[in-house]
């Protein structure tokens, strides 16, 4: 008898706790989300008494950062086509829930110790967020299997909340990798912006990663050439620019291997031996403009037919074979970089590009190839793009 007691009494302590939090959800809702410039980011570390801006910033944090949460908190609750109930959906909220209310249950830093303590909890919410990418595929997954790809894929719905999910998430993590960074001062950057980026050079550490991928999966791979102003620098987030590199060096590399040598496509068991040096190579060229830097990936993969490029945006489109189950077991990135078959590639970089004012343009011709144009913005007082 004492046991059961104990038990309803945990259980009743539980729902309140669970209906205070979900009051103070509601209530970080209503508040208004600022964006910040990335000027303002990177005055923090130029500062000269480092430990006062450090704490100015967290206070900023402690603030801005409950609201951003309780937003997606909010719309992960009501997903419609039972979504919300999903349980990939479910550990992503609870993620997002426990975040907040780390986040709340601390007083604004006003010392040394009480910023230091907060950074720590910063860290451990980007710990704890690394898999939040793989998981929610997971969950449009399960949602495709019950209600046909068309009908998801059509949803206008889905792709307006992942779009701004997937926004609100590159900024949070910016704004927790940012400050966590300033912890540890590298030389060339500020938290974790460089100041001196060559797109050249990240081009080519791209292009190697690219096409590790390529020949584990198909056995031969592409050149790649590197031309024009390979030398010229900007502030810029290295592993945000890897990232775009990689994901649309990858969508050519492939689309070139299966045009050019299709009995190479994946399990076809033959030989890809001489076949790299057959295949036409992939171009990349750089252009430093006055306002834009821009990087033009040009492959000779067949193109893409003109009734499908809208589709190419879409994070529940692909026309590559579906990833295992245990590809989507990440910390962070796709374990072992299968080559294709998420569907996120390309909204994911377009997203990432948009944060800082950039974007991305793909001009296909059927038949023959695709241009893919990456424009970087050069960093100054753009304000973060922030979802509604």
Request: charged share 20%.
């Amino acid at each position: 008898m004492r046991w059961r007691l104990t038990y309803l009494a945990s259980q009743r302590g539980r729902r309140g706790f669970c209906s205070v939090v979900t009051q103070q959800i509601q209530r970080f809702c209503e508040k208004p989300q600022r964006g910040i410039t990335l000027a303002e980011m990177v005055s923090v570390g130029q500062a000269s008494d480092m430990q006062s801006a450090l704490t100015e910033n967290a206070q900023m944090l402690h603030k801005e950062l409950p609201v951003r949460l309780a937003r997606r908190i909010n719309e992960l609750q009501k997903m419609p086509y039972g979504l919300s109930e999903m349980a990939p959906v479910q550990k992503v909220r609870g993620w997002y829930v426990r975040s907040f209310n780390d986040l709340i249950s601390m007083r604004e830093p006003q010392t040394m110790e009480e910023e230091q303590a907060f950074t720590a909890c910063l860290e451990k919410i980007l710990k704890r967020h690394s898999a939040v990418v793989p998981t929610m595929a997971q969950g449009i997954m399960m949602l495709k299997e019950q209600m046909g790809d068309d009908a998801v894929r059509k949803c206008p719905f889905l792709q307006d909340f992942l779009d701004r999910f997937y926004l609100s998430r590159i900024g949070v993590r910016m704004l927790l990798s940012q400050h966590v960074a300033l912890h540890e001062p590298a030389e060339g950057f500020i938290g974790i912006l460089g100041e001196s980026v060559c797109p050249g050079d990240e081009a080519e550490a791209a292009v190697a990663h690219a096409t590790h991928v390529c020949e584990a999966r198909y056995g031969c791979c592409p050149t790649v050439e590197i031309r024009g102003d390979v030398e010229e620098r900007i502030p810029y987030v290295p592993g945000h620019l890897h990232h775009m590199l990689h994901e649309l060096l990858k969508n050519a590399m492939r689309a070139v291997v299966e045009t050019h040598a299709p009995h190479l496509r994946p399990n076809g068991g033959h030989s890809a031996e001489g076949v790299s040096d057959s295949l036409p190579p992939i171009d990349i060229t750089i252009a430093a403009g006055q306002s834009d830097f821009h990087i033009r990936i040009a492959d000779q993969g067949g193109g893409i037919p003109r009734s499908q490029i809208a589709n190419i945006w879409n994070y529940m489109y692909t026309t590559a074979e579906r990833p295992k189950e245990q590809d989507l077991e990440i910390k962070g990135g796709i374990r072992n970089a299968p080559m294709a078959g998420f569907g996120y590639g390309l909204p994911l970089s377009k997203l990432y590009a948009r944060y800082f004012g950039g974007d991305i343009d793909i001009v296909s011709m059927d038949g023959y190839g695709t241009h893919a144009y990456l424009y970087l913005s050069r960093i100054g007082n753009t304000k973060e793009p922030l979802p509604q």
